[in-house]
């Protein structure tokens, strides 16, 4: 391994602790506003009106950087039907064109969310409920799917780092 790819691990291994730890916490606020609202409608017979729109907002960070973990894990969803079709003598090659085109696939959605995030910020948009601006909100979109392409564009270079994926757990493999 070189220097570089050794670094390219650090900072991959580095992102990938602070995904989870932001997921976490969104996850952590999620669960104490649900409760808050709950216990609000159980004394009051009133709910918090800022509840629902607090919950979705953290429910968009936990699914957004889900999609990373999910990824850094090996862990995400992918058709596997066609996996024996071409010999594995070809995997180097078909590895570094999955992970070029999957970084490609992840900038492209990155450049177009930052676009929708500039738009909101122009015309600063505000949630009706909470009344304030709902970009800064909205900027996990591309920077998750910025994270994605650096992470897929570094598995494509250095096949690595790729994490191994999980045994499928399909019917056919469950004795079905």
Known sequence: MNRFELSAGLFLRRAGALEKAVTFGAFIILIAVVFADV?????????LHWARQ????ANIFVVMIGIGIASAEGAHLR???ADGWLPRSWDPVLIRLQEGLMALF??????????????????SERSAVLR????????IIPLV??????RHGLYG???GLRPVEPASGGLSEAGQ
């Not at 216990?39 to 709910?47: A, F, H, M, P, Q």
């Open 79 to 81: 058709p596997r039907f």
């Open 106 to 123: 992840c900038m492209a959605f990155a450049w177009v969310a930052a676009g929708v995030v500039l738009d909101s910020y122009l015309l």
């Open 157 to 159: 270079i250095f096949p």
């Open 39 to 47: 216990v609000s409608r159980e004394l009051t017979g009133s709910g």
């Open 145 to 150: 799917f910025l994270m994605a392409t650096i």
């Open 54 to 57: 607090a919950g979705v907002y």
């Open 132 to 139: 304030v601006v709902i970009w800064p909100v909205q900027s």
